[in-house]
């Protein structure tokens, strides 16, 4: 079982805000990942990191931005929120030691741009 | 590079029929892990196997099981006896393990399974 958290769950910003998405895991895992997923579609990897003071854009091209200080914690932020950011963003992570990479997932927090 | 494909879209049964979701992936690895998640309407993915590519074993929880076919790059899942709960969005990912501790998941685009009662 995951203890993995993400806050806030749902979020209504209005374009131009700035904001900070939340994640936190008490596993101790090295690996962290934001995902971005509009409704019924695939998940899609903008930022992972590999431990303390790492971080990768993913494949999907993003504009949010990261930072990993502490093992434990992993927050997404975006500089001045615009309409099409409105989507769902899942944070996960994994242990670095293996490379079987089970990745256990946040409940997510669904964006809203106004 | 990996992919993986999930041909079927959207899959409705009654509760209480049998339904296979399907799961085809390529790699070029011959190390690798395959993986099965499922979404529910509250939105967070629930991991639910992990499969590596030495071990062609099917498995058995309950009323889920997995059948793994190297010869036709397959992962797929069965559900017995569905029951509404099921319903979900349900995802199969791919990780290489040849590229180390730094691979990532793959994954598929969803299938998404509606049981009605």
């Known amino acids: 079982e995951a203890d993995i958290y993400q806050t806030p769950r749902y979020l209504v910003i209005g374009t131009g805000k700035k904001i900070t998405l939340e994640c936190s895991q008490t596993?101790?895992?090295?690996?962290m990942y934001w995902y971005q997923q509009d409704p019924g579609m695939e998940l899609h990897l903008i930022h992972y990191s590999y431990g303390v003071n790492s971080t990768e854009k993913g494949d999907l091209s993003s504009e949010s931005t990261v930072s990993r200080i502490r093992t434990e914690h992993f927050p997404l932020t975006l500089e001045s929120a615009r309409p099409s950011h409105t989507s769902q963003y899942l944070c996960?992570?994994?242990?670095?030691?293996?490379?079987?990479?089970?990745?256990?997932f946040g409940p997510g927090t669904r964006l809203t741009v106004l | 590079a990996q992919k993986v494909t999930q041909a079927q879209t959207e899959i409705s049964v009654v509760e209480k029929e049998d339904v296979t979701l399907d799961c085809v992936y390529e790699?070029?690895?011959?190390?690798?892990?395959l993986f099965w998640y499922k979404q529910p309407p509250s939105g967070e993915l629930v991991f639910l196997i992990r499969r590596n590519s030495f071990d062609e074993q099917n498995e058995i929880s309950g009323r889920y099981s997995w059948n793994f076919q190297k010869s036709t790059s397959s992962f797929n899942f069965t559900i017995t006896a569905s029951q509404v709960v099921d319903s979900a969005v349900y995802f199969c990912a791919l990780s290489e393990a040849n590229t180390g501790a730094n691979s990532k998941l793959t994954f598929g685009k969803g299938i998404t399974l509606s049981v009605r009662p």
């Open positions: 790699t070029r690895d011959t190390t690798y892990y």
């Open positions: 596993m101790g895992h090295d690996k």
């Open positions: 996960a992570s994994s242990e670095r030691r293996t490379s079987t990479d089970t990745q256990y």
